[in-house]
């Protein structure tokens, strides 16, 4: 649905909107009390089946964007039970980071295959014969599925010639590559948090806005008003995010009109990862010390890679991530600032929990967040004068953000500084694809490899926390990769001339 400016988008837009206003105008925090109203104003419901739900829903949707848990359902609290303790700049929200919102949730079905009205129940009835589980039959001429027998083989869609068998998942449960998605005794979707990877999937997938995740917004605006010295580091992948007016000098700008003292490119830690994980394959890997070399920026990838695959998880690189490689890099230059990473993925929120991360990076929002604080300050970029154009770091770096990429520049610089070392690549998009990529690296299948990871299909473009369609974002990240004065990461003055 990225893109599409559907109801969902809109109230999640609102939702991040109206927390950046109440923060940029220092309003007192009881005022949250009022934002329902604001939000869904009126008597008459336009979303769900009656005003008061749609205003509970949107409460619980502040709370989670203040950085606030959930409220119990089944007993009283006020929407700003608890804002005092998290509104200031010094404060990590707690996990769980992604949250389904119970009582918005539609109670899908789990899988399910059934009959629809197309069926012309027709002499062959081929589906009747190819069941293995002999779940089908004919009533009254019609094609009728046993579901208890039924194991959803999907043998009976493949071969009825009307196309009257459809196969029904619930969206979260579809989009969530490590099956963590099950069901509460209500039937609505619950998250098993000791498989959840926080790649946040499911909530760009569900359409009832029932799954939210934590924001830092209110937070990082506090520190901003405070007159903190706050640098923003913004990921590649932000090129086109915020519509066609807004070209990458013109969003470093607007980031300026925001309070950030100053931006930098992720892609410079981007360039920085490329050439030491060059080195480190050509180390280790290429020398037989070590199986393979699996790719360490996605998150969520890495974290899957070694809960599930403990035997090789010393094969997953540890490189810093190049949002991690970034701030350090601001952090020497400004060593008194608070950073903020800006970028598409809901899992680096939680990367920044972690205890060897904390002292570099201070917020993480997304280009969605980052969107409702353009909005909240009146931001426009079709006003804006061109200004310089951005060049910090090369083409290679840029295009992490693409599936693809990393592994393109990781190779190129292999290329560069080993050019008589083979070198072979697999890689795999969407987490169902990386465990099997990693089934098969675990049998000793992909000895000799650099393996990429990237836990959304499509790679960083299609992070939980974008707006743009996968493939104009592909299209916007080439075009600024191309710009680039620097091509390959071999090229960037920041990086080091030796291993």
């Not at 480190?280 to 020398?287: D, G, I, N, P």
């Not at 770091?393 to 990781?410: K, L």
């Not at 080439?478 to 680039?484: E, G, P, R, V």
């Amino acid at each position: 649905m990225r893109g599409v400016y559907t109801p969902v988008t809109k109230l999640r837009r609102q939702v991040f909107t109206e927390i950046a206003k109440m923060a940029y105008e220092k309003k007192e925090l009881s005022y949250i009390e009022q934002l329902p109203y604001k939000i869904i104003p009126g008597e008459v419901a336009k979303y769900r089946d009656n005003i008061f739900k749609e205003r509970a829903i949107v409460g619980e949707r502040l709370r989670l964007a203040m950085g606030l848990p959930l409220r119990p359902v089944g007993e009283h609290q006020p929407l700003a039970n608890g804002v005092e303790d998290c509104a200031k700049p010094e404060i990590f929200y707690q996990p769980p980071l992604i949250n389904v919102i119970p009582f918005a949730c539609n109670a899908c079905p789990t899988t399910t295959v059934e009959v629809s009205n197309n069926c012309r129940g027709c002499l062959a009835h081929p589906c009747e014969s190819v069941c293995p589980m002999k779940a089908i039959s004919m009533v009254d001429g019609r094609s009728v599925i046993d579901q208890e027998k039924c194991v959803k083989c999907g043998r009976c869609i493949e071969i009825c010639p009307y196309n009257a068998i459809l196969k029904y998942d619930r969206p979260c449960a579809a989009a969530c590559g490590v099956d963590a998605i099950g069901s509460d005794e209500l039937g609505r979707a619950k998250i098993d948090y000791d498989k959840c990877v926080s790649c946040g999937q499911c909530l760009a997938s569900c359409p009832f806005a029932a799954i939210a995740d934590k924001s830092e917004i209110f937070q990082l605006i506090t520190a901003i008003n405070e007159g903190n010295e706050v640098i923003a580091e913004i990921a590649p992948a932000f090129v086109g995010q915020f519509g066609p007016l807004a070209t990458p000098e013109k969003v470093f700008e607007g980031l300026k009109q925001l309070g950030f003292s100053d931006v930098y490119e992720v892609a410079i830690g981007a360039d920085l990862g490329a050439v030491e994980e060059a080195h480190h394959f050509a180390h280790k890997v290429a020398t037989g010390e070590q199986k393979f070399l699996a790719t360490s920026c996605c998150p969520s990838w890495s974290v899957m890679a070694k809960t599930l695959f403990p035997k090789v998880a010393d094969c997953v690189s540890d490189a810093l991530t190049p949002m991690v490689a970034t701030a350090r890099i601001i952090k020497k230059e400004h060593p008194n600032a608070k950073i903020v990473f800006i970028g598409p993925c809901a899992a680096k929120k939680l990367e920044a929990q972690r205890r060897t991360v904390k002292s570099d990076v201070d917020f993480v929002i997304t280009f969605e967040e980052l969107m409702g604080m353009f909005v909240a300050k009146d931001i426009e970029f079709g006003d804006m004068e061109q200004a310089e154009p951005v060049n910090q770091a090369t083409g290679a770096g840029r295009g992490y953000a693409c599936a693809g990429g990393v592994a393109d520049a990781i190779s190129e610089a292999v290329h560069d500084l080993y050019p008589d070392l083979d070198f072979k690549v697999d890689r795999a998009e969407g987490l169902r694809e990386c465990r099997k990529m990693m089934t098969l690296a675990n049998a000793g299948k992909r000895d000799g490899y650099l393996l990429e990871g990237m836990a959304c299909p499509g790679g960083c473009i299609a992070g939980a926390g974008t707006i743009l369609p996968i493939k104009k974002a592909q299209t916007s990240v080439k075009q600024f990769k191309d710009k680039s004065q620097m091509h390959q990461a071999v090229e960037n003055p920041r990086v080091p001339d030796e291993d």
